[in-house]
């Protein structure tokens, strides 16, 4: 069964730091760009960052760059995000995609092949 499951949210104060993971099984996660999504309440999906299959390549949407890291363990079927410098407009559900083709933080996320369930995120004094 094809699936990819999010962990690692919950509520943090800002200026906190979480770190996301993504749990992939059914396929085979090395053949797959991956990426990271968020939507807010009220708000549109956005992409929050991406990463090649091999690592070598990540992207970020401005909103995030240089507090967000990106990383995968192709070995171990996981990626994870690393938030730091947490703020409250970080506040969201955050979610996986894998993707057979080379993704940025602008591509649809209706394009990605399959998706995870989403992990709350909250920063909140």
């Known amino acids: 069964q094809l699936q990819l499951v999010e962990s690692g949210g919950g509520l943090v104060q800002p200026g906190g730091s979480l770190r996301l993971s993504c749990a992939a099984s059914?396929?085979?996660?090395?053949?797959?760009?991956i990426g990271w999504f968020r939507q807010a309440p009220g708000k549109e999906r956005e992409g929050v960052s991406c990463?090649?299959?091999?690592?070598?390549?990540?992207n970020y949407a401005d909103s995030v760059k240089g507090r967000f890291t990106i990383s995968r363990d192709n070995a171990k079927k996981m990626v994870y995000l690393q938030m730091n410098s947490l703020k409250p407009e970080d506040t969201a559900v955050y979610y996986c995609?894998?993707?057979?083709?080379?993704?940025?933080?602008?591509?649809?996320?209706?394009?990605?092949?399959?998706w995870g369930q989403g992990t709350q995120v909250t920063v909140s004094s």
């Open positions: 995609a894998a993707a057979r083709f080379a993704t940025t933080t602008r591509t649809p996320w209706g394009l990605y092949d399959y």
């Open positions: 059914g396929f085979t996660m090395d053949y797959y760009y």
């Open positions: 990463i090649s299959k091999s690592g070598g390549s990540t």
